[in-house]
């Protein structure tokens, strides 16, 4: 009985250090994995808004176009587009 109880208090632990280090190495990690080579990403989130616990309109940029959807629980909807606004940093003098 003593040694079960001392395995326990001996993994217990340990078994919890694991996991709270495996969530921050995933956290870290995350977005690193499937990125393009390239450098820029060609998708872009530019705003995001949320209008109720289940709404949420968001302007994304793809390609040079700027594309309003509506996301909620049954999908996204594509609600307007129209061309990429140019900002500060693309303007080369």
Request: aromatic content about 6%; cysteine-free; proline content about 4%.
């Amino acid at each position: 009985m003593l040694w079960y109880v001392l395995k326990l208090l001996v993994l217990l632990p340990l078994i919890g250090v694991m996991i709270w280090g495996s969530l921050k190495l995933a956290k870290k990690m995350q977005g690193q994995f499937g990125a393009p080579t390239g450098g820029s990403k060609a998708v872009r989130i530019v705003e995001s808004t949320m209008l109720s616990p289940t709404l949420r309109l968001a302007v994304i940029e793809f390609h040079g176009r700027e594309i309003l959807v509506s996301t909620s629980r049954n999908g996204l909807v594509r609600l307007a587009e129209a061309p990429a606004r140019l900002e500060a940093q693309d303007i080369v003098a």
